[in-house]
């Protein structure tokens, strides 16, 4: 059952003298060239604060605060890893230190034809093994599967992002991750708290820094 008109109408006012409207949100991402995905992340960002404002206004403690918590970092992850994922594979795809972090070693099997094959069959044997012969090459994995912290490592030493940055960023993406039932029973409110305001803080110099740095990028 819904609020009636005018607690929605005091709940929106409440939430409005303290939160940017949506077209603020959605410019914070101008650096962003995927107007799509810019909007998207404007939308995660107000609603973020939108709910965060909602909880503090009803003092939120306890369980609800935990869950407050919960929502703040997971959401704010989210959108750091959005936006370096997107400067990375989209706006940097071609860029070395980009493409090796889609690439790992491995071994492939060389093809040989069946009658040299059966020259070389008694050497492809030891101990009583088949050995199957190949060569040293490189395998390429999908981007998506690219873990959060080399996604950060790499920003910083592109210089996209400062290295202090870059640890509270992976620091963030690591606590998205364990977050669950007994990690939270572990780990202090006053942790928790703290780790959640700094996710939200941390938004001002991930922004002034991708900013500058796209400023002074040269195609």
Known sequence: MAFDAEIQKTIN?????????????????DFIG?????????????????????????????????????LQ???YASIYEAVLHYLLFDFLGTEP?????????????????????????????????????????????????????????????????EPWLKDELIEFYEARNAIHIHAEI????KYQLDLSKRAYLRMQPFKAQLSAWRSAYVV
């Open 97 to 161: 230190r980009v493409v090796a972090l889609t690439e790992f070693p491995t071994k492939k099997q060389i093809s040989i034809p069946p009658a040299s094959l059966a020259l070389l069959e008694k050497y492809l044997e030891h101990d009583g093994k088949k050995i199957i012969p190949t060569y040293e090459a490189v395998g390429r994995t999908d981007d998506t599967k690219v873990r959060f912290d080399k996604k950060a490592e790499c920003a910083a030493a592109l210089g996209m992002i």
């Open 34 to 70: 995927d107007a799509t995905l810019a909007q998207r992340l404007g939308e995660e960002f107000i609603s973020t604060r939108y709910i965060y404002k909602i909880l503090e206004g009803l003092e939120a403690d306890d369980w609800m605060l935990r869950s407050q918590i919960r």
């Open 73 to 75: 970092v997971m959401s």
């Open 13 to 29: 006012a409440y939430v409005s003298a303290h939160v940017a409207d949506e077209a603020w949100h959605t410019a914070y991402f």
């Open 186 to 189: 572990r780990k202090s409110l």
